[in-house]
Each structure stands twice: as structure tokens, then as C-alpha cells.
């Protein structure tokens, strides 16, 4: 860099006739050399041996010349500003001479923008330079086997995102074969060899099926037909089509393994990495999957979209995670090995012959997308990757970045604050780094992984919601891409109920600009892409997996609205037949009272007309002290904060964005009796789980999103001075638009009676019920 910049200083000053005579003669105008007194030391230079050759020839572009100073210069031509209105063969023979590096940069500069790397926050511009050095000798202390990357010395430059450009080559799906990976040309033989069990594997049936554009208008435009069926460990699932209707599956007793059509090695690997999870009870026969992951396996193994809404980090999460990853990875295995069978049939066929059976790719190679809230989950799914793809200690897969992707997702120990106690669900959803700023390309072979691949480049891309949204953009924006999403065939969202507590509208824009048309080729190979993605067909063939805690009227929007895949849609639609209210241990009345709202729209504004014409003024009276009122939305608490200035109450506040000093103060001001009201966010509660000390008096506002916050909350009242007991009160807001919360809270009985009634309903809860 320092000799370009060096060029370029010595061509500031120069005049457009000037740089003209420099590059058509490759020397200034002897008009302008300088006149020194002092007499001229002559020098003698050697001709080399095609110094003889006509101008001709060596301005022959089929000639290879090795690159000299004048080439250099004339290459600093092409990026000097004031260059730019030369004449344009001038500008394309410099570039051809000797410009390659800057050509490099800015493709790097271009990939690191849609790359797996995350963008960082608090960017200095001066500070990459230094910390570039100390990236690469820890790149370059890991064991090659990982493929380390070693492009990034800083000497080009590297000043963004990290991009692995090394391992493009290894990781090209266009430039390798089928022969270069004999687990994978065993596998594509064997199934030559049985056409009958190629046309049943469910991936083959899935993606090959042909739609009629009277099917895909058919989709748009009638309503689903749903049935019900029942099973063991799942329980009442619902089945939706708008297609002719399907066949209701059954829940296998036992899994054949032959019949699930694992990729190699996943065969052998799968019973090792799910070991865990299997229990001594479990039949020879069925030693590959835990009761749970056989009936969501069998599922996700016929390409249909699921909704899963009973998934708990304590129990059930990581089994599940187990599940869809192998269901991914086996998918993009299937995938690629079609891609790299049908490169060696190219390159096998007689030149000119012309063949549509190779239609095998999307319009770009990014197949699968995973949503998770935290770097510790993706941490926790690429090391599931590795093990899936690892046989035996003696085959390891090369992994490359390997002690980049531990050292930015994994966790210190140390760094965990001492002495911090916290509820058993809190620890384990906010387990390892809970960074929720991040995105990763993965690409895979059947002998290597490649972490950090640039977007264009990978199979799968992991990412939290705020992750993408950064990189998609809003509209308007200049920087912003969200080509990769075009071909997507298999969307995972996991712990779908989180992102109601971190941003639900990241989650909606990237559901807007998923399976879109690319607005760039980005060197594609229009022969081989399938027609369903040149028909804009992909989101009828894309497989939505949406995993939850619980039954959200947002989540189930996301579900209904914005998955379309021709399969159809299965829900897991268990009721609660007992509700969180069983789980207060403290004696106090529950008091729902039910506010009337003509429609959906309305329930915001009549809750708080509601509240503040009926509810508040029972609680003015300096009687009715230590008030802590619950409001799960912060538009709502912005609301209502600011309406208690305006009436000049006596109240102190605390919301996720409150610092710690403030809430230090808010606590001590209420558990004293200083401030009569307390409004206290849902959000602020999920992430610190602090125990608020004083309340006598509780109301919800609205219905907690969780279920186990509303025992959570009124457990709390333990911590006061028992002597006040008698007068421990609960108010509870809710609607009929309210239902699955008011099921969850009461449970589906009571919830079925409240609704039926239009009057307040009072429960005393003993902590037995």
C-alpha cells in the first residue's frame, strides 16, 4: 500500500498532458526534466534480451510481460481522481497491466459486507490496523488441519469485516466433483443403483415436484383445510393444506433407520452425538431417537412446515436442537452432493450437447437459515455440526477459522458475576455469550467445514434477528443486501418467544424480504438453476421449523401468514389444563376484571381508558400504598409514565433501559413507602429477574406473555412483612382477545367460563389449587 500511495503522491502535481506523455511513453517529456547545475553522472544500463522487440508486440495483449515501475504508475492511474476523464482504452490497458490488487480489495470489500462476520459496534478506524496483526498470529498458531486462513496479513490491507478467501477453491460447489469425495460418490452409486428408493428418499420428492401455475394460484388464493390427529408425545397436532388433501401422518412406534434416508455418514454419526438423550429404556430398535425427537423428526422429514410451541430450555431444547440440526445439515448434504454428481456428468458428456437435467441449484447457494437469539446457541449448533460429520477420532473433519468462531462465540466462566442467583429457566436460557448481535455463513463438505464464509458463498447462515436486520436494511438505505435470502429451502427459527422480548419487528423484516427475486446475477449459472426459483416459486418449497415456549398471537401470525409451502403447515395445539395460578404459594384474591373492546385494534386504547377511569382511582388512597403495577408492553409504560407526570402522582419507575443507579433507587424508594406506585416492565423482569421487595398491592396491566410470570410476580409478595398479609390485593386485566394467555394464567376450564361471563371473576388462591 505504502508504494501506491507513493505513486500517487508523485502524480498529484502532474498535468493531464503530463500523465498522457507518461503513459503512452512510460516517461515524462524531456521538456520538464529537471536543470541542476552540478554536472550528470552517466549511467550504463543492461538491454534485456527482448529489449529488440517492436512496440507492436509488446502491446499485444496475448503477451505475458512481467510487471515493471512504469506498469505500477500507470496502475495508479486508474484510481487517481483526476484520471478519471481519460480516454477509456487507456483506462482498460492499465487495468489489464498491473491494477490486480486493487480489483481483489474491492471484491473483498464487497463481500465482507454480506459475509458471515458480524459488524462491529463500536468501530475505530485507526484501531484495525492494529489489531489485524495480533488476528492473524492467532490464525496462524492454530493447527492447520483447522485451515487456518492466512490472507489476512495485513500488508493487504484488510481493514473490514474478516472474509475467508482462502478456502473459496475447496468450498466451490462449481469447481469440484463428485470423485473428490468418495463417501459421497458410494453414496450417489448406491442410489443409482435402486431408482425406486431415489424416488421415495422425501428431500428427491420434495424439490423435483413440478407446481402448476393453477396449484400456486390455488395456494394464494383459497382457504386451508385442516384436520386433527393425536399423538403419543406430541399431542393434538393440526394439520393444514390448501392443496388437494394429504394423508394424516401417524407417529411411528419405531424408526427404521434405512427409511429416513440419512446422508453418509449421518448414519453412523447420529447414535453417538444423541446419545445423551437417550434413555435405557429405549428398544434396540429405537437407540437412534429420544420419544419426542422421533415424532418431530418424522415431521420434519416430510418437508412440512411445524410449529412446535412447548419447547423448554430446561427439559426439551437441546434434544430438539439435536433434531433440526441433523434434519438441516442432512438436507444440504442431499444438496450438495446432487450439485457436485451433476458436475462430473457435465464434464463427462460430449462437448455441445445440450442438457436440462442438471437444473440442481438456486439462484444462490445459501440453502438453509437459522434464527437463534444468542452466539451461545450458534456456538452450540456448529459444534453439533462437527460432531454429526465427524465418524470416529481418527477421521476429524478440517474446520476452518476454528479458534476465531471459539474465541468470538464462546463464553469465560469467570466472567459470570459471583454469588448470582437466579431462577433454574433464567440460567439456562441465558447460559454462555448472550450476544444478540451476530451472523455466520457455514459452508459444508462431507470432509470440511468453512466458518466465516462469505454469504454467497455458504450453505447455511446463522443468525440472530438484529443480525439480519442490520445487513437487509431499510429501505433507502445504501448499504443494505438481502440477495442470499432468494433461495432459502429451509428457514429454522428456535426460541421464537425470546424475540418478543428483544425486537418482534426484526423478525417481521425478515420475513418481507425472504425467498425474494435477486436483484443481481451474482455469476450464477442460469442452466443449472431449478425453474422453481426462475418462477419465484421458492417460497412455496421453503420448510418453515418454528420452535416456542409458549402460544403467541404474533408467533402464530409469522406461522399462518407467512409460510406457504405446498406441503402444508402442522401446529402442535395442546390446551393448559392447569394454569400458572397454581404455582402462587402466597394467599391472596385474584380479581380478573374484563374490559370491553369492539375489535383488536381498539383493546390498546380501552385498557388504558379503562384503567385509568375505573381501576386507578380505587388505588389513590394513601391506603392502598406499595402499589406495583405490571405492564409487559413499553409503549404502554411510556404511556402511562407519562400520564402519571401529567397527574403529578406520587411514583417511581423501572423499564429495561433504567440504569442501574435508578433502579437501585426506584427499589429503595418503593420497599420504604416514598413512592405509592412502582411501574415495572415485563421486558426489565425477564432479563434481571430481581426480587422486588414491599408490594401489597399488584396489578397486571396486561396478561404476562410468560405464564410463569404472573406466580413469579405474586410470589414476590413472600418477601414483605407477613403482618400486612390481610391486606394483599391482586387486579388483573384482560379481554377475549386475551384467551391463550388467560388459559395458560387460569387454565383452559376457568378461561372457558371467564370468557362465557362478562362479569369480574374472583379467585382466592390458597397455593394448593
Known sequence: MGKRRGGRELLRGLSKRRKRHLREFGEEHPFYD?????????????????????????????????????????????????????????????????????????????????????????????QEEVTAPDTAEQTLGQEEADGADTSCDPSHGVIEEFTDVKHESEFSLETNFMEEESGDRDADKRDGNSSQAFSEDPFKQHMDKELEEKEVKEMSTLPKTSSQSKWPRLGLLTFSSTLEKRKTLKADKEVDVKQLYLHKPLETTWPKVNKQFLSSVNKPSDAFFAPLQRELFCIMNTYQDLFYPERNALTNGEEIRNAYCLHALNHVLKANAQVLSNNAKRRDQKPGTDNDDYRDQGLTRPKVLMIVPFRECALRIVHTFINLLEVNEKKKIDVSNKKRFKGEYGFDPEEKPPNLKRPEDYEAIFAGNIDDHFRIGVAILQKSMRLYAPFYSSDIIIASPLGMRTIIGAEGEKKRDFDFLSSIEMLIIDQADIYLMQNWEHVLHLMKHINLLPLDSHGVDFSRVRMLNLNNWSKYYRQTLLFSALQDPQINSVFNKHCFNYTGQVAVRNVPLSGSISRVVVQLPHVFRRLEAENLTSVIDTRFQFFINKVLPEYRDAIMSHTLIYVPSYFDYVRLRNYFKKEQLNFTHICEYTKKAGVCRARRFFLKGEKQFLLFTERFHFYKRYTIKGIRNLIFYELPTYSQFYSEICNMMKATDSAADATWTCTVLYSKYDAQKLAAVVGVDRTAQMLQSKKNVHLFVTGEN
Open 34 to 126: 529537471p536543470v541542476s547545475g552540478r554536472p550528470e553522472v552517466t549511467q550504463i544500463c543492461e538491454l534485456s534480451e527482448n529489449s529488440d522487440k517492436s512496440s507492436a508486440e509488446s502491446d499485444s495483449e496475448t503477451e505475458v510481460e512481467q510487471v515493471s515501475v512504469y506498469h505500477k504508475l500507470l496502475a495508479t492511474l486508474k484510481t487517481s481522481p483526476e484520471s478519471e476523464s481519460e480516454e477509456e482504452e487507456d483506462e482498460s490497458e492499465s487495468e489489464e497491466d498491473g491494477d490486480s490488487e486493487p480489483e481483489m480489495d474491492s471484491e473483498g470489500s464487497e463481500e465482507m459486507q454480506v459475509d458471515g462476520g458480524e459488524e462491529h459496534k463500536n468501530h475505530v478506524p485507526g
